[in-house]
């Protein structure tokens, strides 16, 4: 058996970002069922997750109705522009920034904190393999115009928070649109919260 090639080396965490990426609904799973076992929610915990869980869902659909619900790295999405208005202005993954809001506001609900921060964890190593891979295929499709996209634009952190005067809304924008493509995140954090009330009593 021959030595591995370095750009083997180098495709390895993109090819397990492109795995994560097409499993991503499957993988909280273990994380839920965790859950429902450990869960000892308070009404603190109650009270904080379901903010967290508002604010990050409210972020998606504000998100989703800058690309009608179709992720950049598809080349369908606005005719396979680079998106970078609205709430792309101030970070590159504002989508998977609304997913982390969920998924803490689902592990503070159950009111335990070593379970807080196993999500967390699990949280950040999923998506930084997944960004990867996704940020290879924005370089290879967009090229220097997502270089300089990036060379602007964090990935995570904005440089500074918007105001809420200052945020773009789409001039065509359809809130009920919006809604509509966040339907079946609606249905999974809806089954997620009945499934652990339900566990609770």
């Known amino acids: 058996m021959g030595w591995l090639k370095m750009e083997d080396v180098r495709a390895q965490p993109i090819n397990w970002g492109k795995k994560l990426f097409e499993l991503r609904d499957y993988t909280p799973i273990p994380l839920i069922i965790l859950a429902l076992l450990v869960e000892k ?20 659909v504000y998100c989703s109705s800058f690309i009608t619900g179709i992720s950049r790295t598809r080349s369908s999405s606005l005719g396979g522009r680079l998106v970078t208005e609205g709430p792309f202005t101030f970070v590159r993954n504002p ?8 998924t803490i506001g689902l592990a503070v609900y159950t009111g335990v904190v070593w379970f807080v921060f196993l999500s967390i964890f699990l949280f950040c190593l ?12 924005l370089r290879a499709k967009f090229g220097e115009e997502y270089i300089e996209y990036c060379q602007k634009v964090p990935a995570f952190f904005p440089k500074k ?34 499934a652990l009330v339900l566990f609770s009593n």
Do not use: C, H, W
């Not at 999923?126 to 295929?137: H, R, T």
């Not at 918007?162 to 509509?180: H, Q």
């Open 161 to 194: 928070l918007p105001r809420l005067d200052a945020l773009e809304v789409p001039p065509d924008v359809s809130l009920s649109k919006a809604i509509k493509n966040e339907k079946r995140t609606f249905m999974a954090i809806f089954s997620v919260l009945f």
């Open 41 to 60: 929610p308070v009404i603190a915990s109650v009270t904080f997750g379901l903010i967290l869980i508002f604010f990050g869902e409210a972020l998606r």
């Open 95 to 102: 989508i998977y920034v609304s997913n982390f809001f969920v």
């Open 126 to 137: 999923q998506y930084y393999f997944i960004v990867l891979y996704e940020e290879s295929l």
